[in-house]
């Protein structure tokens, strides 16, 4: 097996950790080792606030030796809606358990109360909908006491009458709001091709006092779009924002993500080891 | 555009695929078509339900088949927005809907089915069970008058049909013919981290449930004498944890 903790990085990085996601695929072999397999891991929140059973188990041994980020899909920050309180109550129950390094969510509206579509959905990126986050932003924080940190999405289709973009909407946030934001790569990249901007020039506009974590996935070619997909490797496009990106990480928690066919542990430790390769060159 | 407003067209435009309002207000991905970038949000909302339904309900899956599995499901879906925070949550009406739909008079027992699968994955996600000998502090002239509550963990079942059968048949290949038209019961029990279903005779079945309500050891026994030895040799080998009461 490989360890990815055995490569180590420069002094000037010891802060960033690199990890990866708690999914069951793996759980055989992890429930085989009391070892620290990586930086740390992170979870879903919503598939371990209703469980006691063997996920919870999983998580509970995991975190023994590894710190654990928790990741929401379901907060429907950015929605119209009444925030839900139960599920709110019951984040802040997991949060108060698990104690996560980070806890994040997306930047982004799920459905209605009534009716939640399940998926990570984009919004107008207009003043009315920036002052409307902001303040839910805060309550959630505030409810919570902790930081919120705000993933960027993957989108098929935006809003054609947008005030700001997607970045410029994120650093205002952050600015008035106090949370901090995931920087998904793949998202941005993926997003880069399908709306038609440059991924490099939108990634200079990110303000990186505020990112806190990072992303890294591979995406699937539709042919007439790019679709995040969380099914492969990472692919080049993405390892070069990285590499762009490095002079300014200084504490960050960066993740392999990989949610559709998933592969075995040791694929994941070897993304894991070229992160570290290439924030090792960083000087 | 206000948010709201626009997040009530989304909205109406995922539910309904004749609803062109969203269309004009968007800027499609890539080369697709404003149509088309809604599509893959609508198809996306239906495929999540789909793959949630079908694995909370592997064994009505197996049964069905791809195509009417996957036909029903999408009915369901349709008749059911999720409300739910959580995909494991959704579909936790699908037992009482198969009971009544055209589906069951073809396959009858699905509704016990996907009730039995249901119980089985609460189960899953509850805390583990310490298990023990359940008699093993009671002096035998003591047991006869003995009476005992049930772990709640532990359910018993009993179906004109062989469901126990096809539910630890579910993950197999499904084209293998079904032998569900003889009557079975059986007890479903989370041991430790463990779920098990142990097959019950009907007598067994009854004295559990005797038991279960409350009647003594001694007169909750039914059935022959064979029945009754093995039913406690059951209990005592797995451990099952029942609480022996005051």
């Not at chain 1, 119209?80 to 997306?106: C, F, G, M, V």
């Not at chain 1, 920087?183 to 399908?194: F, I």
């Not at chain 1, 960050?252 to 542990?265: C, G, K, T």
């Amino acid at each position: 097996m490989l360890k990815a903790g055995s490569l180590k990085l420069n002094q000037a990085d010891k802060n960033i950790l690199v990890g990866v996601g708690l999914r069951h695929t793996h759980f055989p072999y992890l429930e085989s080792t009391q070892e620290k397999v990586c930086d740390f891991f992170e979870v879903i929140s919503e598939n371990f606030m209703n469980t006691l059973g063997r996920p919870r188990r999983m998580l509970d041994h995991v975190r023994k030796v590894h710190p654990i980020a928790m990741h929401g899909v379901s907060l429907s920050i950015a929605s119209s809606d009444e925030l839900d309180t139960k599920y709110l109550s019951q984040l802040r129950n997991l949060a108060q358990e698990i104690n996560p390094i980070i806890l994040s969510d997306h930047l982004c509206w799920t459905g209605g109360n009534a009716h939640n579509l399940h998926n990570l959905l984009p919004f107008p990126y207009t003043n009315e909908a920036l002052e409307h986050v902001i303040e839910r932003v805060q309550y959630v924080q505030d409810y919570l006491q902790r930081p919120l940190t705000l993933e960027n999405l993957s989108a098929y289709l935006s809003y054609n009458k947008n005030e700001m973009d997607e970045i410029e909407f994120m650093n205002e946030l952050c600015q008035k709001a106090g949370c901090s934001i995931l920087l998904d790569l793949n998202n941005l990249y993926v997003n880069s091709v399908n709306i038609g901007f440059d991924a490099k020039k939108a990634l200079s506009k990110i303000n990186f006092d505020y990112v806190k974590q990072i992303h890294l996935a591979g995406y699937s070619d539709f042919g007439t779009h790019l679709f995040d997909t969380h099914s492969k490797e990472v692919q080049e496009p993405v390892w070069e924002l990285l590499k762009l990106s490095k002079s300014k990480l200084s504490d960050q928690a960066i993740l392999i993500e990989w949610d559709e066919d998933i592969p075995e542990f040791d694929v994941l430790l070897a993304e894991v080891s070229k992160v570290k390769e290439i924030l090792k060159d960083k000087a | 555009m206000k948010l709201a407003d626009f997040q009530k067209t989304f909205l109406n435009s995922i539910q309904d695929d004749q609803n062109i309002e969203l269309q004009s207000l968007i800027k499609p991905a890539g080369t697709l078509s404003a149509a088309q970038a809604i599509q893959v949000y609508r198809g996306d909302y239906k495929a999540r339900l789909s793959e949630a339904i079908g694995e909370l309900y592997e064994s009505i899956w197996y049964v069905l088949g791809d195509e009417e599995f996957f036909s029903v499901a999408k009915e369901y879906i349709e008749s059911h927005p999720s409300s739910v925070k959580e995909l494991g949550s959704y579909a936790k009406d699908f037992p009482i809907y198969l009971k009544t739909h055209p589906l069951s008079e073809d396959f009858p027992f699905l509704s016990q089915l996907a009730e039995f699968e249901q119980i089985f994955w609460k189960f899953f996600h509850q805390a583990e069970t310490q298990i023990y000998d359940p008699f093993i502090d009671i002096e035998a002239k003591d047991l006869g008058a003995s009476t005992f509550s049930f772990p709640e963990q532990c359910r018993l079942f009993s179906w004109p049909w062989s469901i126990d059968k096809i539910f630890e048949a579910r993950s197999g290949e499904s084209d293998q013919e079904l032998d569900w038209d003889q009557p079975s019961s059986c007890m479903l029990v989370k041991l430790n981290q463990r779920i098990s279903v142990f097959k019950l005779t009907h007598h067994q079945y009854r004295t559990l449930c005797n038991i279960c309500n409350g009647d003594s050891i001694e007169s909750s026994l039914e059935g022959n004498p064979e029945d009754v030895s093995s039913l406690f040799s059951l209990l005592r080998t797995q451990m099952i944890p029942l609480r022996k009461k005051s």
